[in-house]
C-alpha cells in the first residue's frame, strides 16, 4: 500500500509564509508526478503546482511568483514552499501522487489534506 502524509499547514497572516511537505512511503517502484491541489470552500479543486520526475514544474497563474514546488533531496518527500500568502490562498491543500508500485501497477494516491489560513 502507499500512503501520502501532508504537513506544514497552519494559520499565517497575510503576505507571510508556509512551506507545506508531502512524504510518500509503501511499495513504491517510482512516483511519476507529485502534485498539489487545494480545496477552498465553494469553490471547485484546483491544482496549485505539479512536478514531474522531479524536475519539470508548472503551476496556476494565481500562484506563480509566489509558490514554489520541489523534491530537492528525498525523491519521496515534496514540498510546496508558499510566499507572499494571501486570504484567497485559504483552504485545505492536499498532495498527490501517480505512483508505480514494486508491481509496476500505476495508481493515483491523496493524502488526507492539510488546512492553510490566511488571515488578512
Known amino acids: 500500500q502507499v500512503q501520502l502524509v501532508e504537513s506544514g499547514g497552519g494559520l499565517v497572516q497575510l503576505g507571510g509564509s508556509l512551506r507545506l511537505s508531502c512524504v510518500v512511503s509503501?511499495?513504491?517502484?517510482?512516483?511519476?508526478?507529485m502534485p498539489w491541489y487545494r480545496h477552498a470552500p465553494g469553490k471547485e479543486r484546483e491544482m496549485v503546482a505539479n512536478?514531474?520526475?522531479?524536475?519539470?514544474?508548472n503551476y496556476a497563474d494565481s500562484v506563480k511568483g509566489r509558490f514554489t514546488i520541489s523534491t530537492p533531496d528525498a525523491k519521496n518527500t515534496v514540498y510546496l514552499q508558499m510566499n507572499s500568502l494571501k486570504p484567497e490562498d485559504t483552504a485545505v491543500y492536499y498532495c498527490?501522487?501517480?505512483?508505480?508500485?514494486?508491481?509496476?501497477?500505476?495508481?493515483?494516491?491523496w493524502g488526507k489534506g492539510t488546512l492553510v489560513t490566511v488571515s488578512s
Open positions: 509503501g511499495s513504491i517502484f517510482s512516483i511519476n508526478r
Open positions: 498527490n501522487a501517480y505512483v508505480f508500485s514494486t508491481t509496476l501497477n500505476g495508481m493515483d494516491y
Open positions: 512536478i514531474i520526475s522531479g524536475r519539470t514544474t
